[in-house]
């Protein structure tokens, strides 16, 4: 089965911290995606990555940014976090044009 | 543009009832089809898809859904719901190509009445 781990599940921070939120999936899938969750909204992208160094922007990329130095592991920063982005993040990730897979969630609350 | 909508927020069926879920999809070309289950808390566990074939596909859980390209639909059906299957739904449309990208309903809250 795959499995796509999301390293934090609850994490509290203080406006203006630097937050990084770790995705590592083992099945060498080239596609990976950072997605927000907000009730009444849906599953809304940030980010997504098609290959190591490679990104692009999804539909709400304004205060993140991520990195992708390996090829199992997908990293989303908030580089100074802010109340409004207080959320559930679901980290994914797919096989070219097949199914995609999603990790438990991280949920974060900005104080 | 590519777009998914799930028309119903939230749906209350009894227990041993059947159920149906809609989804309508909007893609310039053939898409792949998900189904998504989210019990509270967790991620976004795959039910079922379609890429090809024949129309009508089984998926985990007891859940079948029936794709109809002249009605861009692809309505997810169980023919009686367990209390365990309360929980929200979510349709997804994705395509092969450059990006990759997956295209997601607001999704379907469903609660299960003993």
């Known amino acids: 089965d795959v499995k796509v781990t999301q390293s934090s599940r609850y994490l509290v921070k203080r406006t203006g911290e630097k937050v990084f939120l770790e995705c590592v999936q083992d099945?060498?899938?080239?596609?990976m995606f950072w997605y927000r969750q907000d009730p009444g909204l849906g599953l809304r992208l940030i980010y997504f990555s098609y290959d190591v160094k490679m990104k692009e922007k999804g539909d709400i990329p304004e205060g993140y940014s991520v990195s992708r130095e390996k090829k199992e592991r997908f990293s989303l920063i908030l580089e100074s976090a802010s109340t409004n982005q207080t959320s559930m993040y679901l980290c994914?990730?797919?096989?070219?044009?097949?199914?995609?897979?999603f990790g438990e969630g991280s949920w974060l609350t900005v104080v | 543009a590519q777009s998914v909508t799930q028309p119903d927020i939230h749906i209350t069926v009894s227990e041993g009832a059947s159920l149906e879920l809609r989804c309508n999809y909007s893609y310039g070309a053939t898409p792949y089809l998900f189904w998504y289950v989210q019990s509270p808390g967790q991620g976004l566990q795959l039910l079922l898809k379609?890429?090809?074939?024949?129309?009508l596909v089984q998926g985990i859980k007891g859940f079948e859904a029936e794709f109809k390209r002249s009605q861009s639909s692809f309505n997810l059906r169980k023919p009686s719901v367990h209390w365990s299957d309360a929980a929200e739904y979510f349709c997804a449309v994705g395509a092969l190509g450059a990006g990759n990208q997956f295209y997601f309903g607001t999704g379907t809250s469903l609660t299960v009445i003993p």
């Open positions: 994914a990730s797919s096989l070219l044009g097949n199914t995609i897979y």
């Open positions: 379609y890429f090809s074939g024949d129309t």
């Open positions: 099945m060498d899938h080239e596609n």
